[in-house]
């Protein structure tokens, strides 16, 4: 499952270019029984698959590079999800947001 934050963002009339702030989650259904083991294993899977997700969004026209924030999230909301939480900034010519 990928979880999007809402965007929102700035916009730079003079440069052209508008600023968003991006949180994104890639996550596995756990639980609190969940073994050490099989945590290890769904963190690892949506470490790859974010990195996987990122690659594919910075080879987009007009995306520079991403600096990314991980943080290891377990049993987040009442479906128990867990995986990796991405936070990143990203600037775009606006042209690109429409």
Not at 53 to 59: A, H, I, N, V, Y
């Amino acid at each position: 499952m990928i979880h999007l934050d809402p965007i929102a963002g700035t916009r730079n009339i003079e440069s052209g270019n508008k600023t968003a702030n991006i949180a994104l989650g890639f996550f596995e259904q756990g639980g609190e029984d969940t073994a050490s083991a099989e945590l290890q294993a769904i963190y690892k899977r949506q470490e790859l698959a974010s990195a996987e997700f990122l690659s594919m969004l910075q080879e987009e026209d007009g995306i520079g590079d991403i600096t990314v924030r991980d943080s290891l999230v377990r049993n987040y909301t009442v479906h128990q999800l867990t995986g990796i939480a991405c936070e990143f900034t990203l600037k775009l010519p606006i042209n690109l947001c429409f």
